[in-house]
């Protein structure tokens, strides 16, 4: 805690998005281990699980009937389909994570990016970029975790995703891992500093009277060199 400043304790809510392919979830996953304090929000989706999928780690896996149910209950922050699947981001840890100071990252495609926008607009909203259109069907082909059909439908994804830029606040080009995940370090941490953070500058208290004090010592100092 500063002497100086009180600043908001809240953390901040960061929205990534990229089309599939373009390195999301490596990056994230290098975020949580390199900067302190970031939570990643689990989403649930009705789609089916994939290889390597973990559950209640990578995504709640629920049928569309429960999600639906969910839809209903009003469990949801936001939600979408992709893919003919839903996806969607329980609000309630996102509220607790938030007012715990933790800055909380939604891996969400742009239909959800976009209502979070009208929800929270001061929400900081990340785009992960592929190098070029060739390099992103190379990776969702390397991937091997889709089908042919499920390829193609990712990757026409891509291109309408792609245009849609514009919309959030930070664009990082995902050519080297590393570079990228920098970048996404640097953006977080410069958000943390904005003043528009700070709830209340204290320089009217014992900071002022510090202030003084080193100010006369300095005069003092000054004196007997000369
Ligand atoms: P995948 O099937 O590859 O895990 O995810 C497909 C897309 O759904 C990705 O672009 C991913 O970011 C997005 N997605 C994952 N969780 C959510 C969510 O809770 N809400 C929305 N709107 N999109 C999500």
Redesign the pocket.
């Known amino acids: 805690m500063s002497n100086i400043l009180k600043t908001r304790k809240k953390g901040n809510l960061i929205v990534i998005?990229?089309?599939?392919g373009a390195g999301?979830g490596t990056i994230i996953k290098s975020l949580l281990s390199s900067v302190e304090g970031v939570w990643l929000?689990i989403?649930?989706?009705s789609?089916e699980m994939?290889k390597g999928d973990i559950p209640d780690v990578?995504?709640y896996f629920v049928s569309k009937e429960e999600f639906e149910d969910r839809i209903e209950k009003g469990i949801f922050l936001?939600?979408?389909t992709?893919?003919g699947?839903y996806?969607?981001?329980p609000k309630d840890k996102i509220v607790e994570k938030l007012n715990a100071g933790f800055d909380v990252i939604?891996?969400?495609?742009i239909?959800?990016?976009l209502k979070v926008k009208e929800l929270i607009p001061d929400a900081i909203f990340i785009f992960i970029m592929p190098p070029s259109m060739r390099e992103l069907r190379k990776r969702l082909v390397n991937r091997g975790t889709d089908s042919a059909d499920k390829i193609l439908s990712?990757f026409r994804r891509a291109y309408q995703e792609i245009n849609e830029v514009t919309k959030y606040n930070y664009v990082v080009i995902n050519d080297e891992v590393e570079h990228a995940v920098s970048k996404v370090q640097a953006i977080l941490l410069s958000e943390r500093c904005r003043v528009d953070r700070i709830e209340e500058v204290y320089l009217n208290n014992e900071e002022e009277e510090i202030h003084e004090l080193l100010v006369d010592k300095e005069l003092n100092n000054e004196e007997r060199v000369i």
Not at 17 to 20: A, D, T
Not at 106 to 109: D, F, Q
């Open positions: 998005s990229g089309p599939s999301k929000s989403s649930m989706t789609r994939r990578s995504y936001e939600y979408a992709y893919n699947n996806y969607g981001t939604l891996e969400i495609e239909q959800g990016a990712r």
